[in-house]
């Protein structure tokens, strides 16, 4: 069991290409998606600049919770 599979859990991988679509409106231009990881409607994105964290909150999933760490 390594580092990011005690942190991660049951995530699973998700596309890099859908997530930068996805987060195209708060992505700096030099900023590229690294790896993407999938928590039932959660997203854990790690990006060459920093963390982002994306909490989807309600029944419908439209009100969304982001926090980001500069790495």
Known sequence: MGLFSGILGNA??????????DLEKIM?????????YKLIRD????TNRRLIL????????KKNRVSFYSL
């Open 12 to 21: 699973s991988n998700a596309s890099t290409e859908s997530v930068e679509r």
């Open 28 to 36: 700096l231009d030099d900023e590229k998606v690294e790896h993407a």
């Open 43 to 46: 997203l854990i994105v790690f």
């Open 54 to 61: 994306v909490d989807k909150q309600g029944i419908s999933g």
